[in-house]
């Protein structure tokens, strides 16, 4: 799992750096300017949780409970696609359909960093 989490997190942190890039250089022209604030959040929090995939990866060796390390990876993941996802969505289609979606992804993120609290402490 560790190489899958190390996969995982380098090519979201990739993904994250496009967007941003995208975000500050094409979509500042075309969006508002709190359409590009909500894209602006999807993009730091993608990175953020992109970094904390590779740190999870690391830790998987470290901890010894890698179910529970693991389950908090993908935990992480599942967030990066609902809540940054959402973001992006709604902020370039203006669809309110997937403004719902985005606390399921924090959801998500909450879940993902408590059940890493959970391993350090077994």
């Known amino acids: 799992m560790m190489k899958i989490f190390v996969l995982i997190g380098s090519l979201n942190a990739f993904l994250s750096v496009a967007l941003g890039a995208f975000g500050a250089h094409i979509l500042k022209q075309k969006l508002t300017p709190d359409k590009l604030d909500v894209f602006q959040t999807g993009v730091h929090y993608h990175m953020i949780h992109a970094v ?34 959402s973001l992006y ?32 402490l077994k």
């Open 89 to 120: 969505a709604l902020s370039l289609t203006g669809i309110k359909f997937f403004g719902p979606i985005t606390p399921l992804g924090g959801l998500s993120f909450l879940v993902g960093w408590i059940l890493l609290a959970i391993a350090a």
């Open 52 to 85: 904390a995939l590779i740190a999870i990866a690391i830790l998987s060796d470290k901890l010894g409970n890698t179910s529970m390390v693991n389950a908090s990876g993908w935990a992480i993941f599942i967030g990066i696609i609902l809540f940054s996802g």
